[in-house]
């Protein structure tokens, strides 16, 4: 059952268009990627989900509710790109506040907090967060983001300029928080995260989505698995037109077939034999998320998938 | 009431009560976040110099400056008679004589021998000799004779006879006259009394209390003689109100204005001028960086985000306001009357601060409504005492309440509306832009007060209201205008205020016209401004109508005044008509070519303005040329 329906979503600025008629639905329970190169329109959506920006038309319902209803805004946790908090606050302190201000019961929010503070192993609680490095900072953002036990999570770029070490704690937290039954919308410039955790996603362009799905699907729909069979003579005159590889290259002295399936590589090792050579080498290529955002990222219609 | 009825009615308590436990959050925090910024011991330091500065300025209102307190020593005897001088006047401290003399007695020579370790500036000898020692003595002494004769004039001031205390000389002389009663110099007597003329002449007597042309006993204007019709000798008392005052000496003179009241009433001013500064910048913290970005997406809406971070700010100047009302003796009315003042210095600083680009945009705006709002309020109290046009600002109402003045509900209305409303609508428009798609954007003033007018907007009709929500603005900038050429000559104040008061308004009835335009809220098309502009147009009408609350003080009666809100309302059918349907056709009709050029873009605009402005200003001038 979907928790978020997005229906040809859309925002101007003048006459710029931002988002153009984005149109998706999330899973309760899935982690949902968000890709795309700067100004692709991902943080405007993630906004507008959030009920921070007004669409110009098109409609979400996130929760069962409109983006910017009080019930909504109750039931999500949103984690911008940058952690805007306030300085002067200790850790604690400022997470009482958000407690209070989603009327957490005093008890309810002690617990919570310190369990979220807990799990994301932050200590000096009660330092001020203004003296925190950047990834304490961070952690304590994260925290605000769930102290409402929210349904919904949105999360912009949650390890953006962080560390290795505190990039790798955030992403298994969010993992973690995804295997309670969260339901988290993930954005990220870093696509190995994306790849590692989502189970779905949409890589936006030009405020458009180019392609969508999970990333298999994505994968199929973009070339897929090839299979790099490397032999000391040329097999594709002895092949059908059936089992002709996709590309026949020569590389340090040998031949390189390349071929969508096994009964390709099959084929094409008869041929080469045939042929009065062998079989050398034969690899697997999967392409990254990266290969195919940027061969996306170029084409401007949507890759159906 | 139906069940449906009173769930709904309790449904909407439940969520006002949610409101404002929200709202009361959020100011809770305020208070903690501004408190953490402020480390203990500045905490500490702050509050030591609140309650010194508090302690100072009760002692101040209640005994002055004491700047030259007992800055001079005067040896004199306690029996001799300079000794209460020096007690009263309080640049001198007396010391016993014999403290200071070598000799016995004073010294009874020509020179007076002091003791050697004698700190003293004036000394007065038993015989009355008055001499100077040390590098002060000769100011002391100087001092010293100014007070004595304070103090003698006071005591004058203090004799029940008066008539002895300021013998009037009066020279006789005879003068020659013809029947038609022209004496030999030229001058008419007109028999107003000047000698007893029911005496036979001669006689030298004088009947008490007139001049010399027979007037009333000369005053100075200041009303501090005795005219309950005894045949006392009346005081001359120039300036009116220092009855312990020498007459005809310059400290005798008060100036044409309440000095006194009018600085007591600045107080409350003061500390307005410093509350905004932190304000601002706790509205400007929440823009910069995006920090108000979470409280956004939380559950409290823009409204009670702004409330409540105003809150402390308001109680708090409420606070002071109280404070400086007990301290100087005020009443509550001086309270009611400093309350909008506070309201619209914490309204133009918000909106301010929601426009402002950078820390250093918000020191100029902050800087420029401390200066407009302190020269509002400030100037036209001068006046208190002289003319209406004082009562558009509430300090007028401190003045008059600290001179025990009594204030009537029209004057209070007159005075505070403006403020109150003027509030109401910079919040509003404020609020209007505390939202994610204008708080973080880098967008000039200009364009986020278009960004502001435009958010308020829905559908057409909406622009009618927009005019009536601008009439606090133009009223006040008319008020202004009249305040600021009230000094000038009339030939040249009159046209001037025609003109400002015509501009004034032709912008507040297409300000929004021209947002709405700019931002695509409508349509730009020409059927679509004229529909915009009569909507305009109607719309202040109405609105204006408020302004007419104006003849509770009777500004209109001054000719500046009628020039800037048209006559006054008159009993004449054909006149009533044309004061209340004529600006109906008037505004409509100028706020059209004014919404006909804003969808022509900005240069349309400026055109169609003008244009507005100009038929307005014949208006204008016919309806003066009407009533004079």
Not at chain 1, 36 to 47: C, D, F, I, R, V
Request: net charge negative; proline share 5%.
């Amino acid at each position: 059952m979907a928790i978020l329906e997005v229906d040809d979503l859309r925002k101007e600025y003048g006459g710029f268009t931002a988002v153009e008629g984005s149109s998706f639905e999330i899973e309760r329970g899935e982690v949902f990627g968000v890709v795309g190169p700067n100004g692709a329109g991902k943080t405007t959506t993630l906004k507008m989900l959030a009920g921070l920006i007004e669409p110009t038309d098109g409609t979400a319902v996130v929760a069962g509710h409109t983006p910017g209803e009080r019930e909504m805004q109750r039931r999500l946790g949103f984690l911008p790109e940058e952690s805007p908090l306030y300085e002067e606050m200790t850790a604690v302190g400022y997470l009482e506040f958000f407690a209070d201000l989603y009327d957490v019961p005093a008890d309810v929010a002690t617990e919570r907090i310190n369990d979220s503070l807990d799990r994301l192993d932050l200590e000096h609680r009660d330092r001020r967060i203004g003296n925190m490095s950047k990834g304490m900072q961070r952690k304590v953002a994260i925290a605000r983001a769930l102290v409402n036990d929210p349904d919904v999570l949105i999360f912009d770029e949650p390890a953006s300029g962080l560390d290795p070490l505190t990039t790798n704690y955030i992403i298994e937290f969010t993992r973690e928080l995804s295997d309670e039954g969260k339901t988290i919308v993930f954005s990220a410039h870093n696509l190995f995260h994306v790849e590692s955790i989502c189970d779905r996603l949409i890589i936006m362009n030009d405020g458009r989505i180019v392609a969508r799905g999970t990333l298999e699907a994505i994968r199929e729909a973009h070339g897929g698995t090839e299979y790099h069979v490397y032999a000391t003579a040329d097999g594709s005159d002895g092949l059908t037109d059936a089992d002709s590889p996709i590309e026949v290259t020569e590389e340090n002295g040998q031949v390189r077939h390349v071929v969508p399936d096994m009964d390709a590589v099959e084929a094409v090792r008869e041929a080469v034999e045939a042929a009065d050579g062998r079989v050398t080498d034969i690899q697997t290529k999967t392409p990254t998320l990266e290969e195919i955002f940027l061969e996306v990222a170029s084409e401007p219609e949507e890759t159906e998938t | 009431m139906s069940d449906g009825r009173r769930s709904a009615f309790a449904d909407r308590l439940r969520r006002l009560s949610n409101s404002i436990a929200r709202t009361g959050r959020i100011a809770r925090w305020e208070v903690t976040a501004s408190a953490g910024t402020v480390d203990r011991k500045t905490a500490v330091a702050l509050v030591v110099l609140v309650l010194a500065a508090g302690t100072a300025g009760v002692s101040v209102s209640d005994e002055g400056l004491g700047l030259e307190r007992e800055i001079y020593v005067v040896g004199v005897a306690e029996e001799s008679q300079y000794h209460d001088v020096a007690v009263e006047a309080e640049q001198f401290r007396p010391v016993p004589l014999e403290d200071v003399v070598a000799e016995s007695g004073g010294g009874n020579a020509d020179t007076i021998a002091l003791r050697e370790d004698a700190n003293v500036d004036v000394v007065v000898t038993r015989d009355g000799r008055i001499a100077h020692d040390g590098p002060n003595g000769a100011a002391a002494y100087d001092e010293f004779r100014s007070a004595v004769e304070t103090y003698n004039a006071n005591l004058m001031d203090r004799e029940s006879d008066q008539a002895a205390a300021y013998p009037v000389l009066v020279s006789l002389e005879y003068q020659d006259r013809d029947l038609g009663g022209t004496t030999a110099d030229g001058t008419r007597d007109d028999g107003g009394g000047t000698a007893d003329e029911s005496s036979d002449g001669g006689d030298g007597t004088t009947d008490g209390g007139t001049d010399s042309d027979g007037d009333e006993p000369a005053t100075g204007g200041g009303g501090g003689g005795d005219d309950g019709g005894d045949d006392r000798l009346q005081v001359p008392n120039v300036g009116g109100s220092g009855a312990s005052s020498a007459p005809g000496t310059p400290g005798s003179i008060a100036p044409p204005f309440p000095f006194d009241s009018l600085v007591l009433a600045f107080l409350f001013v003061v500390p307005m001028n410093f509350v905004i500064q932190a304000y601002g910048s706790t509205i400007m913290d929440e823009r910069l960086n995006r920090r108000g970005e979470l409280l956004l997406v939380s559950p409290a809406s823009s409204r009670e985000i702004v409330a409540g971070k105003t809150l402390p700010y308001l109680l708090g100047l409420v606070g002071i306001v109280v404070a400086i009302a007990v301290g100087i003796g005020g009443s509550p009315l001086a309270v009611a009357a400093a309350l909008p003042i506070a309201l619209l210095f914490l309204a133009a600083s918000f909106t301010g601060a929601m426009f402002a680009r950078s820390f250093k945009e918000l020191t100029f705006v902050t800087v420029t409504i401390s200066v407009f709002l302190t020269t509002y309020t400030f100037i036209p109290a001068i006046f208190t005492d002289v003319n209406p046009i004082a009562l558009i600002s509430p300090l007028t109402l401190i003045v008059m309440d600290l001179q025990d003045e009594s204030v009537r509900l029209g004057e209070y209305l007159f005075s505070t509306g403006p403020f109150y409303l003027s509030a109401a609508v910079l919040f509003l428009l404020g609020v209007g832009v505390y939202r994610e798609e204008d708080m973080f954007a880098q967008k000039p003033i200009p364009a986020k007060v278009l960004d502001a007018v435009a958010n308020r907007l829905r559908g057409r009709r909406s622009i009618a209201l927009l005019s009536i929500l601008f009439i606090p603005f133009v009223f006040a900038g008319q008020l202004l205008s009249v305040a600021l050429l009230f000094a000038v000559p009339e030939v040249v104040a009159v046209p001037a205020v025609v003109v400002a008061a015509a501009a004034i308004e032709e912008l507040a009835k297409s300000v929004g016209v021209y947002a709405g335009f700019a931002r695509s809220r409508f349509d730009a098309t020409a059927k679509t401004a004229v529909v915009l502009g009569a909507f305009s147009g109607a719309g202040f009408f109405l609105g204006e109508k408020v302004t007419h609350v104006v003849q509770f003080v009777g500004l209109p009666d001054l000719l500046i005044g009628t020039a800037a809100f048209g006559p006054a309302v008159s009993s004449d059918p054909l006149l009533l008509a044309v004061v209340f349907l004529a600006p109906l056709g008037l505004h409509v009709v100028t706020a059209i070519p004014s919404a006909v050029g804003a969808s022509r873009g900005r240069t349309g605009y400026a055109v169609g303005f003008l244009a507005a402005t100009l038929v307005h200003v014949a208006y204008n001038l016919g309806v003066l040329t009407l009533v004079s």
